[in-house]
Antibody
Framework: QVQLVQSGAEVKTPGASVKVSCKASGYTVTSYHMHWVRQAPGQGLEWMGIIKGSGGRTVYAQKFQGRVTMTTDTSTNTVYMELSSLRSEDTAVYYC????????????WGQGTAVTVSS | QSALTQPASVSGSPGQSITISCTGTSSDVGGYNHVSWYQQYPGKAPKLMIYEVSDRPSGVSNRFSGSKSGNTASLTISGLQAEDEADYYCNSYTRSYIYVFGTGTKVTVL
């Protein structure tokens, strides 16, 4: 069955980078887009960006441009999200969610990865 | 891109119907029929409940329905049940592969 399994929790110091993985099973990552969404403690969902399944084109929310990089490793069927220059406000749970091309919704989500930024 | 506006909380008694609004602009909710709704329990990943304003994925109860008028989309839960107590988020496509979520609504079953 279709499943997205994310990497484990991370603790980082301010200024560091974090790379979160999202491994897909039950389908090929190149056949769907992948979105990244985060949720700070007690807050709502925030859309971060998308990496297209075919071709790997990325579009990032303006807030994260320059700090976020989304990539795909087709050999392992895994999508990655790297966030750099971390600050305390980046403490959140990060989710991946897939979208069939031109579907405009996220039909399957990863379980979430908690990232804590603290000195 | 500003978050879509949702009421912070909505409550109802078992069996009642409640409606959650999601207000945006002509650049998002009003400009496209690409509005979706997600249910989220504490500590869990979101779950798709409605897509394309009013379509329901297989397996989602028909007690959940969606609609849109102008710049405001709505999610209605009829026959409210204890298991419906959760957070709900709307989402809209805006332009050029950019999306925006609503502020979220906590549903309480009295």
């Amino acid at each position: 069955q279709v499943q997205l399994v994310q990497s484990g929790a991370e603790v980082k110091t301010p200024g560091a980078s974090v790379k979160v993985s999202c491994k897909a099973s039950g389908y090929t990552v190149t056949s769907y887009h992948m979105h990244w969404v985060r949720q700070a403690p007690g807050q709502g969902l925030e859309w971060m960006g998308i990496i297209k399944g075919s071709g790997g084109r990325t579009v990032y929310a303006q807030k994260f441009q320059g700090r976020v990089t989304m990539t795909t490793d087709t050999s392992t069927n895994t999508v990655y999200m790297e966030l750099s220059s971390l600050r305390s406000e980046d403490t959140a749970v990060y989710y991946c969610g897939r979208e069939l091309d031109a579907a405009y919704y996220f039909d399957c989500w990863g379980q979430g990865t908690a990232v804590t930024v603290s000195s | 891109q500003s978050a879509l506006t949702q009421p912070a909380s909505v409550s109802g008694s078992p069996g009642q119907s409640i409606t959650i609004s999601c207000t945006g602009t002509s650049s998002d909710v009003g400009g496209y029929n690409h509005v979706s709704w997600y249910q989220q329990y504490p500590g869990k990943a979101p779950k798709l409940m409605i897509y394309e304003v009013s379509d329901r994925p297989s397996g989602v109860s028909n007690r959940f329905s969606g609609s849109k008028s102008g710049n405001t989309a709505s999610l209605t839960i009829s026959g409210l049940q204890a298991e419906d107590e959760a957070d709900y988020y709307c989402n809209s496509y805006t332009r050029s592969y950019i999306y925006v979520f609503g502020t979220g609504t906590k549903v309480t079953v009295l």
